[in-house]
């Protein structure tokens, strides 16, 4: 199928859910999401300068997947499920070679690059993009977003290490190589403040390359009294002369970041 067809046909679909019935719209959605788990094409995409643009056409594509589906009972071994999408083996989501899934959920519209540890119980959201050589350990929540279309998902960029029972959701953006110690929490509104210079410097949304980052607090004054407010606190940079995973334990001991 062309592309530009079938984005053509998805966005008339999404105006008007009455052709959501159509063989012919039907396919383009099957055709999409086929794609995507192929990973020839992808809800989100860095370009040359290192930005992210949102395909939203495609977004809309996987929420028009759900209307088109009925609903089915599967069996695995002795469990039962009842859902719209089969169990699957091939995933709804594009996995790349080597990409290592211990016991995990990867959602639809995902993408998961080569050499990636999913490790135990760790979940990544529809739509989210995860990079090269990326280490999601136990518990990780990587939250995912098919609504509002133009919400960019959650990116984690190459070589990134995210420690145990961490929280990323709301279009956050891990840059390459950074660092999350156990149990930080990143929403699209969470202070992420550097005090590694005088004076310190606060993000939102974003962790810059190669930070080292641990929970923290921020006092903040309400009617009631003031109070300790979670934030994150970048407290070093992976040295640039080493490489990745002597870097990665240089800036676990440094710091005694915990993972």
Not at 201 to 220: H, L, M, Q
Request: with cysteine.
């Amino acid at each position: 199928m062309n592309a530009e067809w079938v984005k053509k046909r998805i966005e008339q679909a999404w105006d008007d859910r009455s052709i959501l019935q159509d063989q012919e719209v039907i396919q383009c959605i099957e055709w999409v999401i086929e794609e995507l788990d192929k990973g020839r094409i992808r809800v989100a995409e860095p370009s040359a300068e290192g930005m992210w643009q949102v395909n939203e056409w495609v977004k809309k594509a996987v929420v028009l997947y759900f209307p088109i589906r009925k609903m089915e009972t599967m069996e695995a071994g002795p469990m039962e499920f009842h859902d719209k999408m089969a169990l699957k083996r091939d995933y709804a989501a594009y996995l790349s070679k080597g990409v290592i899934l211990m016991p995990s959920y990867v959602n639809i519209g995902a993408f998961v690059d080569s050499g990636t540890m999913v490790d135990t119980w760790a979940t990544v959201g529809s739509c989210a993009q995860i990079g090269k050589d990326v280490h999601l350990s136990g518990g990780v929540g990587i939250g995912g977003v098919l609504e509002p279309l133009q919400a960019a998902p959650v990116v984690i960029e190459d070589g990134c290490f995210i420690g145990s029972r961490c929280i990323v959701v709301e279009g956050v953006h891990v840059k390459k190589e950074a660092v999350l110690g156990a149990n930080v929490v990143l929403t699209k509104s969470t202070k992420i403040i550097d005090v590694t210079g005088p004076d310190p410097v606060t993000y939102v949304g974003e962790v810059p390359e190669r930070s080292v980052v641990i929970p923290g607090t921020y006092n903040k004054a309400f009617p009631a009294g003031e109070y300790g407010v979670p934030c994150a606190l970048i407290i070093g940079k992976r040295k640039e002369s080493t490489d990745l995973k002597t870097s990665l334990n240089d800036a676990l001991r440094d710091h005694e970041v915990a993972v």
